[in-house]
């Protein structure tokens, strides 16, 4: 079955450092999509990153990039230069065929604090 | 701003009654998903509707139900309503149509949903 894992419930981070948020992934569909969105206070889910299991490269997004690691099935967000506005919580997800259906399927998020 | 829309925003109601999602998807896009989000079950899939017609089912109760009317607008209909219902109600929405993992899913802002 598909599975998001996501190890960090919380993070603490200086404002201007980068962070990376962990995410890890297991499905048996070679072709399948991972990715992150950002919910802060207010309750939103924002689309942040996508990476595609056939993207050779990793994909990049202004200050947010995604450390794809296909063979130890890590996908992995890395927050540049963070700021106040990051503080929130943070979902990993991810997309396969299997069985035909087109959902996501969602870790249980890290919330990431930024400290100024 | 998603472009995705949910009204209302908030809704408290009691046990026992019915109530009436709505959504309207981003233009262009065919597909509408509703998902749960929950303290104790995290995000969750409800259901999936491409132009009009049911394409997948998730973790949805019989006492709920859904429809995608001909404007592609789509109603998440709640029923005989319990405590444990309370949860934000999001729904998406992608292009659609293609079975691909690239299809990324915008969310609305979510319906909360507390049931007294």
């Known amino acids: 079955a598909q599975k998001i894992t996501q190890t960090q419930p919380g993070m603490f981070v200086q404002e201007k450092e980068a962070v990376t948020l962990d995410c890890t992934y297991d499905t048996s569909d070679p072709s399948y999509g991972l990715f992150w969105y950002k919910q802060p206070s207010s309750g939103e889910m924002i689309f942040l990153i996508y990476q595609g299991s056939y993207d050779q490269q990793n994909a990049t997004e202004g200050r947010y990039s995604l450390n794809f690691q296909k063979a130890r099935k890590s996908a992995n967000l890395v927050i540049s230069a963070s700021q106040l506005g990051d503080s929130a919580m943070y979902f990993c997800?991810?997309?396969?065929?299997?069985?035909?259906?087109?959902?996501?399927?969602f870790g249980t998020g890290t919330r990431l604090t930024i400290i100024p | 701003d998603s472009g995705v829309t949910q009204t209302p925003k908030h809704l408290i109601t009691a046990t026992g009654q019915r109530v009436t999602l709505r959504c309207s998807p981003r233009s262009g896009d065919l597909s509408v998903y509703w998902y749960q989000q929950s303290l104790d079950q995290g995000l969750q899939f409800l259901i999936h509707?491409?132009?009009?017609?049911?394409?997948a089912k998730g973790n949805i109760l019989e006492r709920f139900s859904a429809q995608q009317f001909p404007d592609l607008h789509s109603e998440l209909n709640l029923s005989s309503l319990e405590l444990g219902d309370s949860a934000l109600y999001f729904c998406a929405s992608s292009v659609g149509g293609r079975r691909v993992s690239t299809d990324t899913q915008y969310f609305g802002p979510g319906t909360r949903l507390t049931v007294l």
């Open positions: 997800a991810m997309r396969d065929l299997i069985g035909g259906n087109e959902k996501l399927t």
């Open positions: 509707y491409y132009n009009g017609e049911e394409r």
